[in-house]
């Protein structure tokens, strides 16, 4: 039975690999709750941060998808290839983590950097990375117009370019504006 990863504090990782996948999802979706959906607090430097909306509802789920899967490419047997999100385990394992960096508890370990970007309908927006330089661990936020984020995403970086794509962003970083 799960329910012992609650009380985990950064820089532990959560043990969620010997769980079973109902004990694994109760234990995470705890802390999610916790740190994240029920936190009035939520915020990163007095800025509210959100779920992204979609049909103009916050989605929870959504965001609980996008810091505990990953996005693969799946190729079809006749060519075509379509995006899903399974479950990551380096990403699941540092849930617990986020609230910790939203707060900056770690100041010496963190750099805090905002970059503009293009999203994926095209439009620039400002994305402001917590960067763990320490644990290799990212937070991206997307900047609102009324003094908010959204929270996009947080993860391991366990990837060979992950790390090398994110010091090259960090050279086009523009103020934070907080």
């Known amino acids: 039975m799960g329910g012992f990863n609650i009380l985990k504090v950064y820089p532990e990782i959560l043990d969620i690999v010997g769980l079973s996948e109902r004990d694994r999802h109760y234990d995470l979706q ?3 709750k916790r740190d994240i959906e029920d936190n009035s607090d939520f915020a990163f430097r ?6 992204i909306k979609a049909q103009g509802e916050a989605d929870m789920g959504r965001l609980f998808k996008h810091l505990t899967c990953e996005e693969v490419i799946v190729e079809c047997e006749d060519g075509t290839k379509y995006s899903k999100r ?37 439009r620039k927006v400002k994305k402001t990375y917590i960067y763990d330089k320490v644990e290799k661990y990212v937070i991206v936020l997307e900047q609102q117009r ?14 060979e370019y992950g790390e090398k794509a994110l010091l090259k962003k960090m050279k086009k970083r523009i103020a934070t504006p907080l």
Not at 46 to 51: D, E, G, M, T, V
Request: cysteine-free.
């Open 30 to 32: 705890a802390i999610f």
């Open 86 to 122: 399974v479950f990551e385990v380096a990403r699941s394992q540092r849930l617990h983590w986020i609230n910790h960096h939203i707060k900056e508890k770690s100041p010496l370990n963190i750099d805090v950097f905002t970059v503009e970007e293009k999203d994926s309908k095209k």
């Open 46 to 51: 007095a800025w509210r941060i959100y779920p």
């Open 146 to 159: 009324t003094n908010a984020f959204y929270l996009l995403t947080a993860y391991h970086l366990n990837r």
